[in-house]
């Protein structure tokens, strides 16, 4: 069957790239973050943030890269709350990533209240005009290669910037001495310690890293994917986000093949939501009976029953989520 | 030429340090000798600069320096090995050394630092392999990957704080050698000790410190190891006095039957305890010698209830335990852990709260439910007396008492009420001589008294002074020996793994 003059096939590899890119680019972020022994739970209030900052500066200013720019400085700040409480104040890292997710939902629908007034008493549209935003790109030449193109070359530039990014954390964590110090922040702090490395500065950059990220993969789902904002519009993927980092076991190939697997269940039950309507097959119309959010509820069953059989033997960073005293 | 002139440090009202003058030879091999609490520590604090003294100054070739932090000694050319690494484990030998010494940030020059090491390694006869993970080597060769990482750093005068007490008698066998090898190459070393045996065998020079004061300084082999031992101590060795008793053994008491333990759900592993046979007997020290990490602390979790036993079957006084919640066993044992301030003690609480951690529920110290107060006081007051546990009082919280009268609070609580059966893991780790032979005493006196006693250590000389039959723990397996018809040799090769069926 053909959906828009694709085949089904092709339409779900780029719907399952599609849907993996903000988990992949805030998953790099909380990566390097939980490498150095800070875990921030706080990274669905975080995309939260980026999702208004994103919509809001680029409604305001009609430029979409100026909404990703306020996005990654939200996310930034957001996060430097969270550093100072946890990484200088020695707070309990769970206690404030959580504090960090309630204050997100307040103050982004705070600021999506004072946005709409603020268009309205200026006679503006409240949606975004149609060009501020982001459309997907396709490469030239490549996105032309039968499935493939449309996958890899045909998505919106963030996808590119996260693969960009991931090659250059790889190389980073592994084949420099920044990526020594990092590894070594999460697993023996008192080593870096020893070599004259400040333990929280180091981390605080992590944190603020992971932040950038996490607002970045917000404005994607406000100003790229979609052209709206929904209060907690997140919808939980931030901890998703968590869970995969854990599934890739704090190794970037792993969280990349997570969030496609997530990705990829998470558009099929999309699709099947929509075509079981459509479709003349008789299992599709058998489908039509079961409630939709039975689909919606499959990645998150899929995501915890990974969890449960693969993080078992994987203990991550030593010092995760332990305060650094000193 | 390292010298050190009338270096004087208080703290509080204590005088740690007493107008100390010492002079070291470039690559010499110097050694610090004294008790826990004479000075060593803070001596050689001074020289890596952490510590500032009150008095006195350091002359590098002459020349007066102030070592104001860490970074002043290692550009000094002063590096130290503390007994706890600092190293990450999860990273290898070479990135290891690239996070501590590496300068650039963005570029490794992993092969560079690789063919460093390796020439470094080479020249002192060491085999370190630049590319393995240090959480995999063992502590032995962990000591060498920090001594490395000190010379590349551009040490010339490497300390090496009590380097001997992590390490297994072999593993100390090869350490001396290496040390020799580098004070070879010009290099001079610094050697803190409270081992007599060690510092004799390494060492040209020796000082002893003794509250502060140098009660010693020349070469090695001017005095007696007595007369050594006298000034550390001021009083005779205690070790020699402590024996193997005269007395039979009365009945069996604890039997561990053909006991295995697996780590649940990692069956691809080799148990962490294979087929154990072990009984002891009302009235004997049992001694289980072994390199740490071959089962030792599991044996103890497993008869404690704190591990699951896989098949196999544990009675005290013939009646199975497997039935007993731990915190049920935990009342029919005494057992000083190994993990002191982990497992041991509470250390916030006060002295008298940790004193009273097991009695507490005895009808003479509660009133009408309630702790009561004065009884508690007493009792704590009582152990502090007869177990000589210095404090500034019973209510000050024990984490401020030194680890030797911590030692002995765990003791006094746990050997109150001459228990039946006793467990002990590494009971004199970290403890100078004084406060060993104490806790060596404690234990042969409640085999006296007819307890049955379970002395798990890895100091081997201590557990033969003491043990009336000794078992090595080798990969999970309980091997026996014939002691004391075999020597501590053939013991120590057991405990390596070579032919354990020779002894």
């Known amino acids: ?326 | 030429m390292l010298s050190i002139e009338n270096v004087s440090k208080a703290f509080g009202g204590v005088q740690a340090l007493n107008n100390v003058s010492l002079a070291v030879a470039p690559g010499s091999v110097q050694g610090i000798l004294g008790e826990n609490g004479a000075g060593k520590t803070t001596l050689m604090n001074i020289l890596f600069g952490l510590i500032r003294p009150d008095r006195g100054q350091i002359r590098l070739n002459g020349q007066a320096v102030v070592v104001r932090s860490p970074r002043v000694a290692q550009r000094l050319g002063i590096g130290m090995v503390h007994q706890h690494f600092k190293l990450s484990p999860a990273l290898s030998v070479t990135d290891n050394l690239a996070l501590a010494v590496g300068r650039n940030f963005v570029l490794l020059h992993r092969a560079a630092f690789r063919d460093r090491i390796a020439a470094l390694a080479r020249s002192l006869h060491w085999a370190v392999d630049p590319d393995s993970v240090v959480g995999q080597l063992n502590v032995g060769q962990q000591q060498r990957v920090e001594i490395i990482k000190a010379l590349l750093g551009g040490g010339k005068i490497l300390i090496l704080d009590e380097p001997t007490a992590v390490l297994t008698p072999q593993e100390v066998d090869e350490l001396i050698p290496a040390v020799r090898s580098l004070a070879r190459t010009g290099i001079t070393v610094i050697f803190i000790s409270h081992k007599l045996s060690e510092v004799n065998r390494m060492c040209d020079r020796i000082a002893v410190l003794r509250r502060g004061e140098l009660v010693f300084a020349g070469p090695m082999g001017e005095l007696s190891a007595e007369d050594i031992a006298q000034r550390m101590l001021g009083a005779p060795s205690a070790l020699s006095s402590l024996g193997a008793s005269s007395a039979s053994p009365g009945l069996v008491r604890l039997h561990l039957s053909r006991v295995c333990c697996t780590l649940p759900g990692t069956r691809k592993y080799k148990p962490l305890l294979n087929n154990i046979e072990l009984s002891v007997r009302a009235g004997e020290i049992v001694g289980i010698a072994g390199v740490e990490g071959n089962g030792q602390t599991t044996l103890i979790d497993v008869i404690m209830g704190s591990l699951p036993i896989s098949s196999g079957v544990i009675t005290l006084d013939g009646s199975d335990l497997s039935h007993l919640a731990n915190f049920r066993r935990a009342r029919q044992f005494a057992c000083i852990p190994e993990d002191r301030q982990g497992q041991g003690l509470v250390l916030s609480l006060s002295l008298t709260a940790n004193l009273m951690l097991r009695s507490y529920r005895n009808p003479e110290f509660t009133r009408l439910g309630l702790r009561h107060v004065t009884a508690w006081r007493a009792q704590a007051t009582k152990l502090v007396r007869s177990f000589d546990i210095r404090c500034a009082g019973v209510e000050v919280p024990i984490q401020f008492l030194s680890g030797g009268n911590q030692q002995k609070a765990l003791i006094a609580r746990e050997l109150y009420g001459n228990p039946p059966v006793i467990l002990a893991i590494n009971p004199t780790r970290g403890l100078d001589i004084g406060a060993t032979a104490f806790v060596l005493q404690q234990l042969t006196a409640a085999r006296q008294r007819g307890a049955a006693v379970l002395l798990i250590h890895s100091d081997l000389d201590e557990l033969l002074a003491i043990s009336d039959r000794v078992m090595v723990m080798y990969a999970g397996q309980l091997l026996p020996t014939k002691w004391p018809v075999v020597d501590r040799a053939a013991i120590g090769r057991m405990m390596m793994g070579i032919t354990p069926q020779a002894a």
């Open chain 1, 1 to 326: 069957m053909n959906i828009i003059g694709e085949s089904l096939g092709t339409f779900l590899a780029r719907q399952t790239v599609q849907a993996a890119t903000p988990l992949i680019m805030a998953g790099l972020g909380e990566l390097l973050a939980e490498v150095t022994g800070v875990i921030n739970i706080g990274i669905e209030g975080l995309m939260l943030m980026g999702c208004i900052a994103g919509y809001a500066a680029a409604g305001i200013s009609g430029s979409g890269g100026v909404g990703l720019g306020a996005a990654i400085l939200v996310g930034m700040g957001t996060a430097a709350v969270f550093a100072g409480v946890t990484v200088w104040a020695a707070a309990d890292q769970i206690v404030a990533g959580a504090a960090v997710n309630i204050l997100a939902v307040g103050a982004s629908g705070l600021a999506w209240f004072f946005y709409q007034n603020a268009r309205e008493a200026a006679h503006r549209s409240v949606s975004l005009g149609r060009h501020v935003g982001f459309q997907s790109e396709a490469i030239p030449g490549l996105s032309r290669i039968p499935f493939f193109g449309p996958m890899l070359f045909d998505q919106y530039m963030l996808f590119y910037a996260a693969i960009i990014l991931a090659v250059l954390i790889w190389l980073l964590l592994h084949h420099t001495r920044t990526g020594a110090i990092l590894r070594a922040l999460g697993d023996a702090p008192e080593a870096c310690q020893a070599a004259g490395i400040s333990v929280r500065t180091w981390r605080t950059g992590a944190v603020l890293f992971a932040g950038a990220c996490a607002g970045a993969a917000g404005a994607y789902l406000s100003i790229m994917r979609t052209h709206a904002f929904a209060s907690d519009m997140t919808g939980g993927q931030g901890f998703v986000v968590l869970s995969l980092v854990i599934f890739g076991r704090w190794t970037i190939p792993g969280l990349i093949a997570g969030c496609l697997l997530f990705g990829g269940i998470n558009s099929l039950q999309q699709t099947l939501q929509t075509t079981r309507y459509t479709s003349h097959s008789t299992l599709m119309h058998a489908l039509q009976y079961i409630p939709f959010e039975f689909f919606q509820m499959l990645p998150y069953v899929v995501a915890l029953l990974a969890l449960a059989t693969l993080s078992r033997s994987s203990p991550g960073p030593r010092y995760l989520g332990q305060a650094w005293r000193q």
